[in-house]
Every structure is written in C-alpha cells, then in structure tokens.
C-alpha cells in the first residue's frame, strides 16, 4: 500500500484526480447498481440520457458522464481499463508539458464535444446510436487527439502492430468507429466522434494562439504560465535553496512556480534525506552536463550544442509562450523530453 501512495503521489495533479474519480465511482457502482434508486438516479440523472428533453433539461449530463462506467461484467472492465490506460499513456507526458489545468480542460471538453454530437445525432435519428451514454472515450478521445495534432511526429509502440504515428491510430480508431456506426453494436461512436473533434479544434485553436483552457486554472495554482515539470527540471532559475532537514517534495505547482524565477520554500539541502526528487535529479543532470562539457570529445560538445537549444527554446517558450515555437523547435523540446 506504501508503494502504491508513492506512486499516486508522483503522477500529475489532474490524471491521478481525473483517474481516481473514475475508479472509485466504477467501484462504488458495482456494489450500488442493484439498489433500484441509486440505479435509476444515475441514468436518468447522471448518464447522458439523448432522447428530448434528456440533458436539454438537465444539462450537467454533459460532465457527469464522462466520469461513469456502467456496464456490466467483463466488458464494463474493459472499458474503464481501456480509458484510463490511455488517459495514463497519453495524458501524463501532455500534463508535464502543458500544466494541469490543459490536461483537465481538454479532457471535460472532448467529453462536452462527444456529449453535444450525441445529442445532435439524438435530435435527428432518436435512439439510432443509444438513448443513454456513459463513459470517458469521448474526453479521453479528445486528449488523444490534441495530443496527435500539437505533436504530429508522436509515435506509440502497439502489439503486432509495431511503431505508429499516434495520429494515424486515432484516425483507424475512427474509421473504425464508423464501420460500426452501421452496426447495431451498442457503441456510443457520437461521443467519440465528437470528443475527437473537439480534441482537434481545441489543438487548432492553440497552434494559433488561442487559449481555451485558461479557464480551468481555477482549480489548480498554474497561474501566469501553463507550462510542466520537464520546463521546471530544465529551466529552475531563481529557486532559492532552503536549510531546512525535513523539507517536503517539490510538488507540480512548485516546479512551475519555480520556471517561472519564483521562490518556492522546498528544500534542496545535500544533508536532508527527504529533499525533492526532482532537485536531486536537476543536480544530477548538471554535473553530469558539466562533466561532458569538460570532456574534449565532439559527443560533449554535440550534448552541450543540444542543451544550449533546448535553453533557447525554453527562454522562447517564457517570453512567448509555447504557440510561438515551430514545428521543429517542438520536436526538439519533445525529444530531449523523452531523455
């Protein structure tokens, strides 16, 4: 269990939160669906109900539902599994990158997408694609998506399938999505089309300088900049070192606070054996830059010309934000992220 804590606390903010709601509320379910009023108040309240007036009249559907997982047996397992598998693989390298509030923000708002093309498809063809939707695919759907148009080079490793563009799994995953579109299958394909768009137009949006996510800033303290952890190890400029024996982790916010030349009270102390992970990790990227450096060999001097670039892209990141960087210069950054 120990081990277990210490891996929750370490995930982003918003992915272990976004993970554990829909887990417990998965939990707490299989324990309540047989008590017939908790059952009917969770489909007709909080599941998307598509049938008029539905959500029309209760429109927090399009939230609630994003956070349910009602089927039954094996299956129900599966779709839950599946859908926090991908947030997790998809949405905790994005959250670093991009802060908590984006990864929170993209996730309700491919699930409003998917819940809004429901209703439309409800409206015009009543029943065709389900009367009740539950699930995240849609929001998780629209992460994944986000995450393959702001970074088009991504690529995933698959089973059988090898390494693939992680745009060109989302688009066979819709394809495939409307094949069963023709189907009686039961798959609410409307969420996923419409999480999917949403995703898409919210990644347009931020390569043209729009933000749409700022709003979700309200529930975490990523204020001034939405930047992660990888800009905070890389870039901790006016961090001040602090003497005390039982300083606490350096948490998410504190990474940021620190890019940004803030001063936040963690402590970095060589003697204290609770110092922050990341500090020591920073240390240790340094004497190991430092040491390459001081070597005469065209590998340090090719490592110490990659450093100075992703400095450069950093500085250009603070001064500009993210929107300002080009294709390659997000390649790049994204490369020394996986180092």
Same mark, same amino acid.
């Not at 669906?33 to 908790?38: I, N």
């Not at 189907?183 to 729009?210: D, E, N, P, Y």
């Given at each position: 269990?120990?081990?277990?804590?210490?891996?929750?606390?370490?995930?982003?903010?918003?992915?272990?939160?976004?993970?554990?709601?829909?887990?417990?509320?998965?939990?707490?379910?299989?324990?309540?669906?047989?008590?017939?009023?908790?059952?009917?108040?969770?489909?007709?309240?909080?599941?998307?109900?598509?049938?008029?007036?539905?959500?029309?009249?209760?429109?927090?559907?399009?939230?609630?539902?994003?956070?349910?997982?009602?089927?039954?047996?094996?299956?129900?397992?599966?779709?839950?599994?599946?859908? /926090?598998?991908?947030?997790?693989?998809?949405?905790?390298?994005?959250?670093? /990158?991009?802060?908590?509030?984006?990864?929170?923000?993209?996730?309700?708002?491919?699930?409003?997408?998917?819940?809004?093309?429901?209703?439309?498809?409800?409206?015009?063809?009543?029943?065709?694609?389900?009367?009740?939707?539950?699930?995240?695919?849609?929001?998780?759907?629209?992460?994944?998506?986000?995450?393959?148009?702001?970074?088009?080079?991504?690529?995933? =490793?698959?089973?059988?399938?090898?390494?693939?563009?992680?745009?060109?799994?989302?688009?066979?995953?819709?394809?495939?999505?409307?094949?069963?579109?023709?189907?009686?299958?039961?798959?609410?394909?409307?969420?996923?089309?419409?999480?999917?768009? =949403?995703?898409?137009?919210?990644?347009?949006?931020?390569?043209?300088?729009?933000?749409?996510?700022?709003?979700?800033?309200?529930?975490?303290?990523?204020?001034?900049?939405?930047?992660?952890?990888?800009?905070?190890?890389?870039?901790?400029?006016?961090?001040?070192?602090?003497?005390?024996?039982?300083?606490?982790? /350096?948490?998410?916010?504190?990474?940021?606070?620190?890019?940004?030349?803030?001063?936040?009270?963690?402590?970095?102390?060589?003697?204290?054996?609770?110092?922050?992970?990341?500090?020591?990790?920073?240390?240790?990227?340094?004497?190991?830059?430092?040491?390459?450096?001081?070597?005469?060999?065209?590998? =340090?001097?090719?490592?110490?010309?990659?450093?100075?670039?992703?400095?450069?892209?950093?500085?250009?990141?603070?001064?500009?934000?993210?929107?300002?960087?080009?294709?390659?210069?997000?390649?790049?950054?994204?490369?020394?992220?996986?180092?």
């Amino acid at each position: 269990m120990n081990q277990f804590q210490l891996w929750y606390n370490r995930q982003p903010k918003a992915l272990r939160t976004l993970i554990a709601i829909n887990v417990v509320l998965y939990v707490a379910w299989q324990f309540l669906r047989w008590v017939d009023p908790v059952n009917s108040f969770v489909y007709n309240v909080l599941a998307l109900n598509t049938i008029w007036p539905g959500a029309v009249l209760m429109p927090w559907q399009l939230v609630t539902y994003n956070f349910l997982h009602l089927g039954p047996g094996f299956f129900g397992l599966l779709h839950i599994a599946f859908n /926090m598998l991908w947030l997790y693989w998809i949405g905790k390298e994005f959250e670093r /990158m991009h802060g908590s509030h984006e990864l929170l923000a993209l996730y309700l708002i491919g699930g409003l997408g998917g819940g809004l093309l429901s209703l439309l498809f409800g409206l015009i063809m009543p029943g065709f694609f389900g009367s009740v939707i539950h699930g995240a695919s849609g929001a998780v759907l629209g992460v994944i998506m986000a995450v393959a148009i702001l970074y088009p080079y991504k690529k995933i =490793a698959l089973i059988f399938l090898g390494t693939v563009k992680l745009l060109y799994l989302v688009l066979g995953f819709l394809a495939i999505d409307a094949l069963l579109a023709l189907s009686s299958s039961g798959v609410a394909v409307t969420a996923h089309w419409g999480g999917a768009l =949403a995703g898409f137009l919210c990644a347009r949006a931020s390569q043209k300088g729009i933000d749409v996510t700022s709003w979700a800033r309200i529930f975490f303290d990523d204020s001034g900049s939405s930047r992660g952890s990888y800009t905070a190890q890389r870039h901790g400029r006016g961090s001040r070192t602090a003497s005390t024996s039982s300083a606490p982790k /350096m948490s998410f916010l504190d990474r940021i606070e620190m890019w940004l030349g803030g001063d936040p009270d963690v402590g970095s102390s060589s003697s204290s054996s609770s110092g922050a992970d990341d500090s020591s990790g920073r240390k240790s990227r340094s004497r190991r830059t430092k040491s390459s450096r001081q070597r005469g060999s065209s590998t =340090a001097t090719a490592s110490s010309s990659n450093t100075d670039e992703v400095d450069r892209i950093l500085d250009k990141i603070s001064e500009h934000g993210y929107e300002s960087l080009s294709e390659e210069e997000k390649r790049i950054l994204y490369e020394a992220s996986q180092s």
